[in-house]
C-alpha cells in the first residue's frame, strides 16, 4: 500500500510539473472548464427568473443537486476518467503493453496515466455553486452532513465505475471514441430532480444504472430528507464499482497486445 502511495504522489508531481511549464495554457484550461460547468446552473437561474421551476424544487434546492453533481466529477475526473482517454491512445499506438510491465496493478498504472490536473477546475465551480445553493437553505444538521459525505463517496465510486466501463470497452473496439459522448448523455439526467421523472425511470437511475446517486440522493441528504435508509442506497453504487472492476478486468483479457 505504501508503495502504490508512493507511485501515486511521484507521478501526481510530475503530472503538475507538466502543466506548470506552460501556466498560462494551464490557468485558461481551468478558466474555460469553470465557464463550462456553470452553463447549466446558469440555465437553470434563467427558468427559474422566468417564473418556471421544477415541481416541488425551489432555486436553490435544484442547484444544490447540480452543484453536488459537478463537485463529484471534480474527485472523479481527474483521477478516472483521464484513463479513457489514455487508453484509447494507448491500444491505438500499441504501447499499453508498457503498463502490463509494470510492477504495480494494471487497473491502477491505467488510472496513473491518465491523471489529469487540468479536471481540478470543477471542484471550484462546484465550490462555488454549492456555497450559493446552501446560503438560500437551512444549515445542514451534524448528521446530515455525515450521512452526505457517505453518499458522496458512493457518487464519487459511480463515476469511477463508468470510467471503468467505458475504459474496457476500448480493449476490444478501439473505434469507439464516442464514449464520452455517450455518458454525457445518459448521466445528464442527473443533474436534475429525480422526482421530476417517472417512477420506472426513478428506480432505474437508482438501483440499475445508479446516475440518480451521482447528485440527487447525497443532495437530499443535505435537505434533511436523507435517512439512513437511504443510505442503504449506497449499496447499489459499491455493487456497481465491483461490477465495473469486474468487467475491466474481463475485458482486458481480450486485449491482444501490439502484435495482435
Partial sequence: MKGLLTCFIAVMKTKLAEQMAYRSHFFLS?????AGDLVVPLITLLVYRSGASFPGWTLHEAMLIQAVFTLAKGIAFPF??????STLV???EGTFDLLLLKPRPVLFMSMLSGFDPDDFGRVVS???LLAFALSGLPSPA???WFIFLLLFAASVAVLASFSFIMAALLFRWVGSSRVYDIFDAVTSFGMYPGTIFSKAFQQLFTYVL???????????????QGEWGTAVMALAAVVFLLLGTVFWHRMLRSYTSAGG
Fill in 142 to 144: 451534524a448528521l446530515d
Fill in 126 to 128: 462546484g465550490g462555488v
Fill in 80 to 85: 478516472f476518467f483521464g484513463m479513457v482517454g
Fill in 210 to 224: 445508479p446516475i440518480g446517486m451521482i447528485a440527487f440522493v447525497p443532495a437530499q441528504a443535505l435537505l434533511g
Fill in 90 to 92: 494507448h491500444v491505438r
Fill in 30 to 34: 481551468l478558466a474555460m472548464l469553470i
